[in-house]
């Protein structure tokens, strides 16, 4: 019964693919809004423990996603509900393009942030390897490749929210409490 509902099944997401879909997203969101903040912002001592949070919870979401990849090959997650043949084909190419994306993202962060000589240390705790060398072209490039990695991913999320709230047929109950619950309450 428990490992039922913590696994996938052939018609259900299971607690642990529920649970690491919307940390992920509450991650993902959070980091849009505060990785564009700080990006406006002249770095000094008072906000750099912003550039701190952004870092840890970037290197979060690409722990979470590494997680969840591993997590999919050893319990697959239920085929889509019936829908549109082309409907089912943009789906599956999203989430396969969100899922690079979430890992790309934070890799080019993470390298761009090694660029600028200083140690990304994530919560305070552990200090991350350089990724790149430190250089003023480098940090530009791969901060330029960062940025347009997350905007990218932004717009995705944008299609796959759209198709998700545009649904009436279960499928987002299914990623909330497991099962495709009735549209209708019941
Ligand atoms: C904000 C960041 C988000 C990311 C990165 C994300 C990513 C993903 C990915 C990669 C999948 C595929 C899961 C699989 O491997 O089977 C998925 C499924 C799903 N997502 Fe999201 N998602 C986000 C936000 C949301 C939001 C806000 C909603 C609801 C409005 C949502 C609703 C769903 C639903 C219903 C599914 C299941 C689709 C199915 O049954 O095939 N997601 N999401
Ligand atoms: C899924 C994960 C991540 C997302 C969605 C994300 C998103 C963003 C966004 C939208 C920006 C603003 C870009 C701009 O407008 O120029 C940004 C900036 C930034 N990101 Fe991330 N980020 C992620 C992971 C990381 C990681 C892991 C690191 C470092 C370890 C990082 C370091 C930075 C830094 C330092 C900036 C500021 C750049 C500047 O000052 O111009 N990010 N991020």
Redesign the pocket.
């Known amino acids: 019964m428990m490992s039922g509902t913590l696994v996938n099944t052939p018609n259900r997401f299971g607690l642990i693919t529920r649970l690491l879909?919307w940390a992920?997203?509450i991650a993902?969101?959070g980091l849009l809004v505060l990785g564009t903040y700080i990006a406006r912002m002249q770095v000094n001592l008072s906000n750099l423990w912003l550039f701190g949070l952004h870092k840890s919870i970037g290197v979060t979401a690409l722990l979470l996603t590494l997680l969840r990849i591993a997590w999919?090959i050893w319990t697959p997650?239920p085929p889509?509900?019936p829908d549109a043949r082309w409907r089912i084909a943009l789906?599956r190419a999203v989430?396969r393009a969100?899922?690079a994306l979430?890992l790309l993202t934070p890799i080019f962060g993470w390298a761009a942030s090694s660029a600028t000589g200083l140690d990304v240390v994530v919560f305070n705790r552990w200090t991350l390897p350089a990724m790149a060398p430190v250089s003023e072209a480098w940090e530009t490039a791969l901060f330029l490749i960062h940025r347009v990695l997350a905007t990218t991913l932004a717009v995705l999320?944008v299609v796959?929210?759209a198709g998700?709230?545009t649904r009436r047929d279960g499928?987002?109950w299914?990623?909330i409490w497991g099962r495709p619950v009735p549209p209708h309450g019941a």
Do not use: K, Q
Request: hydrophobic letters at 55%.
């Open positions: 879909h992920t997203a993902v969101l999919h997650p889509p509900l789906a989430h969100i899922y979430l999320i796959h929210v998700a709230l499928t987002l299914r990623m």
